[in-house]
């Protein structure tokens, strides 16, 4: 993104602003095992100026007074926060629109306010996929790389970092992020699908959160979203196009999800792709959600349209149940190059070693 002098000066000033008025306390980045990043919003009535102010606009996504905001920030930084899109003026009052600021890791990120039309997602999942790379070295490819969660906390340290995402707009916003957090001249962006725009490149570490909420064909979901009929239709890809561009003791990490049953997920998909790749694959399922009534209704409420005159919370539930499915299983994957293909899987303290067509199951008493 070409942001002039003036510009990048006052994204510098803003994140000076906001780490001194305390906002990675505000928004505390949590993992699986401390708490979800969906958590309730903060109690605004125990916070002071002007982290009140900032938090109503860029958290909690409410309007505040032009006047109030300018008594805390410098009009360069509104200027151009008003220029990049990220804030609106109605009258008196000032807006972040679509736009919510988040804590990750250190850093702060631009992204959607959570809703169906959302294009650049930041979710739970992309915090947990970012811890597996601290602390990356080497060269990095993020793909699906959105408003650059993991790609920017890999260029704190990594030799180099390449961004690749579908969408044109995640290069704007990728642009203001990486200028806000001071890495705008460590990180390459490119748009364009997977592998394409990097064609004979290798990387040593690669990493991917993908689109991967299982989704019913004719259903039209969040592009963010969208898995495919399994949820693995993106995954697939990645994992196929990894042994030309992966390095020689290279690794692939992957967050995803897969469905299931009570018996566990169904991995099937792996061991064929771990064969064909060339591919040692671990896969470690920390959680995993029923694919009950309410499941459902959040799956139809998130859909924007469903095919003919069908109700979408009963193709979704006849969807999972013509794949047998009753759960679903997230995931985080790891891939290495192999000369002895394998798929080692552990959920709920068991250990699961596939090679070829033996599998084999171990009680691990707690990994």
Known sequence: MNLSGKQRRALKQFQSLLAAAGMHELMPAHGPEEGRTDAPPPDLSLIAEPLHTIARLFVLGQSVESARLESHLPSEVICTLEALGLV?????????????????????????????RAKLYYGNDSLVLSRLLLPAQGRVLDLCAGVGAQALVCAQTAASVTAVDVEP????????????NGLSGRVEYLVGDLFEPIAGRQFDLICCNPPFMPVP?????????????????????????????????????????????????DL????????????????????????????LVSCSGTAMA??????????????????????????????????????????????????????????????
């Open 88 to 116: 609106k003026r109605t009258g008196d009052m000032v807006t972040a629109g679509e736009y919510r600021l988040v804590s990750h890791l250190g850093l702060f990120l631009f992204c959607h306010m959570v809703s169906s």
């Open 169 to 180: 707009l995640a290069r704007e916003v990728f642009g203001i992020n990486a200028e806000l």
């Open 217 to 265: 064909p004719g259903i039209r979901f969040p592009v963010f979203a969208d898995g495919g009929p399994d949820g693995l239709a993106l995954v697939r890809r990645v994992l196929a196009g990894l042994p030309e561009v992966l390095a020689p003791g290279g690794r692939c990490h992957v967050v995803g999800a897969v469905l299931g049953n009570d018996q566990g997920p």
């Open 268 to 295: 099937s998909s792996f061991e064929q792709l771990a064969a064909d790749a060339h591919l040692a694959i671990t896969i470690s399922c920390p959680s995993c959600e029923e694919l009950d009534s309410s499941m």
């Open 306 to 367: 469903c095919g003919g005159a069908a109700d979408a919370k009963e193709v979704f539930r006849a969807h999972f149940e013509r794949l047998g499915a009753t759960r679903l299983y997230y995931l985080l994957l790891s891939a290495t190059h192999a000369s002895q293909p394998s798929v080692y899987f552990v959920h709920d303290d068991v250990q699961r070693v596939s090679i070829g067509p033996v599998v084999r199951s171990v009680e691990t008493g707690g990994a």
